[in-house]
C-alpha cells in the first residue's frame, strides 16, 4: 500500500474517532444511568450507551466505504448481510440498555442478526489445512459459524465488566488483524478493522483508566458481532492455511475466561445462565487487583496473540499448529494466579 493512500486513511480514521468522540460526549449528557448492584465494579450510577459512539463512526465510515471505495467492499449480498446484521444488534442492544430486557431477548436479537449475516452467504465453507489443503465441510459451516458469533458475542459482552477491558482488547485486535489483512489485501477486512479502532480510539478516553461513560450492551455486543463476523472473512484469506484461528488468538484471553467460568460453574453444579461474578477478571479485581491493572493484562493478552498471529503466518505448516496454541500459554499462568488470589483472600467459589 502507498504511503500516500496509508496517510489518507490516517486522516480519516482521525476523523472517525473525533466523530466517535463527540457522540460519546454527547451520550454523557443525556445520562442513560448504569446504577451499581452486587455484581458490578462500579460503586456509583455511571452513564452508559458510549458505544452509540462507536456503532455511529463504524457505521458512517461503512457509508463512505460504500459509496466512494468499492476496492474495499465485500460482494453486495455479504456487504448488505453484515451492516444489516450489526445494526439490528445494536438496535436491540441500545433498548436493552434503556429498558434491561431478559436475556432471551438479547439472545434472539443475536440469532437473529447471526441468521442474516449467514443468510447472506458470509459463513465459512472451506477450512484451509497444512497438509490436507482445502477441506469444504458445506452445510456444516453454517451451525459452526452460527455457534462462533453467539458465543464470541456473548463473550465480549461478558467481559466489559471493567473499564477500558473489552475496548482496548477490541482496538488491539483490530489493529492487528487490520495489518495482516492489508498484506493480504483482504481490503474490507482492512476497512472494518480500521472504522472500528477508530469508533473505540474515540470512546476510550472517557473510559478510561477512569469511566466517565460505560460502553453498554450496545458496544460490547456490537464489538463481539463485529469481531466475530471479522473473524469469518479472515477465515477466507488467501495463502494462510488455518487463517480461521487469527482471531481466536487475538481474542484468547477474552475466549478462555468466558470458556473456563462456564466449565468452572457447570463443574461446581451452578446455573450457568445466573448472573454472577466469577470471571476470572472479577475474581481477580474482586481480590484485590485494581480494575486498570486487570484490563492493561488483557490488552497484554491480546498483544501477544497479535504477536503470535504473525508467527503464526511466517513459520511454515508443520508449526503452525504449536504457534496456535501458544497464546493459551499465559491464560494457565493466569487463571493459575487468580485461583490463588482467591484462595488468599477468602473468596471461596468465587460466585
Same mark, same amino acid.
Given at each position: 500500500?502507498?504511503?500516500?493512500?496509508?496517510?489518507?486513511?490516517?486522516?480519516?480514521?482521525?476523523?472517525?474517532?473525533?466523530?466517535?468522540?463527540?457522540?460519546?460526549?454527547?451520550?454523557?449528557?443525556?445520562?442513560?444511568? #448504569?446504577?451499581?448492584?452486587?455484581?458490578?465494579?462500579? @460503586?456509583?450510577?455511571?452513564?452508559?450507551?458510549?458505544?452509540?459512539?462507536?456503532?455511529?463512526?463504524?457505521?458512517?465510515?461503512?457509508?463512505?466505504?460504500?459509496?466512494?471505495?468499492? %476496492?474495499?467492499?465485500?460482494? #453486495?449480498?455479504?456487504?448488505?448481510?453484515?451492516?444489516?446484521?450489526?445494526?439490528?444488534? &445494536?438496535?436491540? !442492544? %441500545?433498548?436493552?440498555? *434503556?429498558?434491561?430486557?431478559?436475556? !432471551?431477548?438479547?439472545?434472539?436479537?443475536?440469532?437473529?442478526?447471526?441468521?442474516?449475516?449467514?443468510?447472506?452467504?458470509?459463513?465459512?465453507?472451506?477450512?484451509?489445512?497444512?497438509? *490436507?489443503?482445502?477441506?469444504?465441510?458445506?452445510?456444516?459451516?453454517?451451525?459452526?459459524?452460527?455457534?462462533?458469533?453467539?458465543?464470541?458475542?456473548?463473550?465480549?459482552?461478558?467481559?466489559?465488566?471493567?473499564?477500558?477491558?473489552?475496548?482496548?482488547?477490541?482496538?488491539?485486535?483490530?489493529?492487528?488483524?487490520?495489518?495482516?489483512?492489508?498484506?493480504?489485501?483482504?481490503?474490507?477486512?482492512? &476497512? &472494518?478493522?480500521?472504522?472500528?479502532?477508530?469508533?473505540?480510539?474515540?470512546?476510550?478516553?472517557?473510559?478510561?483508566?477512569?469511566?466517565?461513560?460505560?460502553?453498554? #450492551?450496545?458496544?460490547?455486543?456490537?464489538?463481539? %458481532?463485529?469481531?466475530?463476523?471479522?473473524?469469518?472473512?479472515?477465515?477466507?484469506?488467501?495463502?494462510?492455511?488455518?487463517?480461521? *484461528?487469527?482471531?481466536?488468538?487475538?481474542?484468547?484471553?477474552?475466549?478462555?475466561?468466558?470458556?473456563?467460568?462456564?466449565?468452572?460453574?457447570?463443574?461446581?453444579?451452578?446455573?450457568?445462565?445466573?448472573?454472577?461474578?466469577?470471571?476470572?477478571?472479577?475474581?481477580?479485581?474482586?481480590?484485590?487487583?485494581?480494575? @486498570?491493572?486487570? !484490563?492493561?493484562?488483557? =490488552?497484554?493478552?491480546?498483544?501477544?496473540?497479535?504477536?503470535?498471529?504473525?508467527?503464526?503466518?511466517?513459520?511454515?505448516?508443520?508449526?503452525?499448529?504449536?504457534?496456535?496454541?501458544?497464546?493459551?500459554?499465559?491464560?494457565?499462568? =493466569?487463571? !493459575?494466579?487468580?485461583?490463588?488470589?482467591?484462595?488468599?483472600?477468602?473468596?471461596?467459589? =468465587?460466585?
Amino acid at each position: 500500500m502507498a504511503l500516500s493512500a496509508i496517510l489518507r486513511h490516517l486522516a480519516f480514521a482521525i476523523l472517525l474517532a473525533l466523530f466517535s468522540a463527540g457522540v460519546v460526549r454527547a451520550m454523557i449528557a443525556v445520562r442513560v444511568m #448504569d446504577t451499581p448492584e452486587a455484581r458490578k465494579a462500579h @460503586t456509583r450510577p455511571t452513564p452508559k450507551g458510549g458505544g452509540v459512539g462507536v456503532v455511529l463512526a463504524f457505521l458512517l465510515g461503512i457509508l463512505f466505504l460504500y459509496r466512494y471505495a468499492e %476496492f474495499a467492499r465485500l460482494a #453486495d449480498p455479504y456487504f448488505r448481510g453484515v451492516i444489516g446484521a450489526s445494526v439490528a444488534i &445494536a438496535v436491540v !442492544a %441500545f433498548l436493552d440498555d *434503556l429498558y434491561d430486557w431478559p436475556f !432471551a431477548v438479547k439472545l434472539g436479537a443475536q440469532v437473529l442478526a447471526a441468521a442474516v449475516a449467514i443468510g447472506s452467504g458470509l459463513y465459512v465453507e472451506e477450512y484451509r489445512m497444512p497438509w *490436507l489443503g482445502s477441506l469444504p465441510v458445506g452445510l456444516l459451516g453454517i451451525p459452526l459459524t452460527a455457534l462462533w458469533i453467539l458465543f464470541t458475542t456473548n463473550a465480549v459482552n461478558f467481559i466489559d465488566g471493567l473499564s477500558g477491558l473489552a475496548s482496548g482488547v477490541t482496538m488491539i485486535a483490530c489493529l492487528f488483524l487490520g495489518g495482516i489483512a492489508a498484506v493480504h489485501e483482504a481490503w474490507f477486512a482492512y &476497512a &472494518a478493522c480500521l472504522l472500528l479502532a477508530s469508533g473505540i480510539a474515540g470512546f476510550l478516553p472517557f473510559n478510561f483508566p477512569r469511566a466517565r461513560i460505560f460502553m453498554g #450492551d450496545v458496544g460490547s455486543q456490537f464489538c463481539g %458481532f463485529m469481531l466475530a463476523v471479522l473473524a469469518v472473512v479472515a477465515g477466507r484469506f488467501q495463502g494462510v492455511p488455518l487463517s480461521f *484461528l487469527l482471531m481466536p488468538m487475538l481474542l484468547s484471553g477474552v475466549l478462555f475466561d468466558v470458556a473456563f467460568t462456564l466449565v468452572r460453574r457447570a463443574w461446581q453444579r451452578e446455573a450457568v445462565t445466573r448472573p454472577h461474578r466469577g470471571h476470572l477478571y472479577q475474581v481477580a479485581h474482586r481480590s484485590g487487583m485494581s480494575p @486498570t491493572a486487570v !484490563a492493561l493484562i488483557h =490488552w497484554g493478552f491480546a498483544a501477544f496473540g497479535g504477536l503470535c498471529c504473525l508467527l503464526f503466518i511466517a513459520v511454515p505448516w508443520t508449526m503452525k499448529a504449536a504457534v496456535a496454541l501458544l497464546p493459551l500459554l499465559p491464560q494457565g499462568i =493466569w487463571a !493459575a494466579y487468580v485461583t490463588r488470589r482467591a484462595r488468599a483472600a477468602g473468596l471461596g467459589r =468465587w460466585g
